[in-house]
T-cell receptor
Framework: EAGVAQSPRYKIIEKRQSVAFWCNPI?????LYWYQQILGQGPKLLIQ????????DSQLPKDRFSAERLKGVDSTLKIQPAKLEDSAVYLC????????????????FGPGTRLTVT | DAKTTQPPSMDCAEGRAANLPCNHS???????VYWYRQIHSQGPQYIIH???NNETNEMASLIITEDRKSSTLILPHATLRDTAVYYC????????????????FGQGTTLQVKP
């Protein structure tokens, strides 16, 4: 099966500019996640969608970050305006979801988008 | 914050077993132990998970101590392609809680497999 697709793979912008990342999850996966991974650290969850609804966005810096998944399939993550500390790899992951209190499958990650803010 | 403690780095000879330890002394009864790995420039990849029994799949074995306060991931015959950062994650069950099942990554163990 096709994996999680992300684009672009690399992006370089200047601080205060805006940027958007796109993610297409595995077909049929209800849950979609965006993670931020700063160099040398593990990924940190920014936002989790279940279909087109937000489940968890507690770690999303909402003054500059936004994300949407309007039709419950693909998703975009936007940063406006970008800061130097936003330089990181942005990972998208998807999973089937859950039912009856159990995870239906594990999270499958895309290759990520490496963002450099100068 | 991550609820696990792992050594920052380990080496292993190619063809030998790699044993990666993880401490999770505050684990609760409804929490599972998950292992993911991240090869350079790729997204994390699921390896295995368990609750209290030992588990084995085509990639690895997971040994959980009886008190569940620590575990060991075993790669039986490490290859150069197993060089990666390995993350041990404690993840709560969804049952009876508002938990969303999110993964909280620590800094992991960088495993270097050497020829």
């Amino acid at each position: 099966e096709a994996g999680v697709a992300q684009s672009p793979r690399y992006k370089i912008i200047e601080k205060r500019q805006s940027v958007a990342f796109w993610c297409n999850p595995i077909s049929g996966h209800a849950t979609l996640y965006w993670y931020q991974q700063i160099l040398g650290q593990g990924p940190k969850l920014l936002i989790q969608f279940q279909n087109n609804g937000v489940v968890d966005d507690s770690q999303l810096p909402k003054d500059r970050f936004s994300a949407e998944r309007l039709k419950g399939v693909d998703s975009t993550l936007k940063i406006q305006p970008a800061k130097l500390e936003d330089s990181a790899v942005y990972l998208c992951a998807s999973s089937l979801g859950s039912s009856g209190g159990m995870f239906l499958s594990e999270q499958y990650f895309g290759p990520g988008t490496r963002l450099t803010v100068t | 914050d991550a609820k696990t403690t792992q050594p920052p780095s380990m080496d292993c000879a190619e063809g030998r077993a790699a044993n990666l330890p993880c401490n999770h002394s505050t684990i609760s009864g409804n929490e599972y132990v998950y292992w993911y790995r991240q090869i350079h420039s790729q997204g994390p990849q699921y390896i295995i998970h368990g609750l209290k029994n030992n588990e084995t799949n085509e990639m690895a074995s997971l040994i959980i101590t009886e008190d569940r306060k620590s575990s060991t991931l075993i790669l039986p015959h490490a290859t150069l392609r197993d060089t990666a950062v390995y993350y041990c994650i404690v993840r709560a069950s969804l049952r009876g809680s508002s938990n969303t099942g999110k993964l909280i990554f620590g800094q992991g163990t960088t495993l270097q497999v050497k020829p």
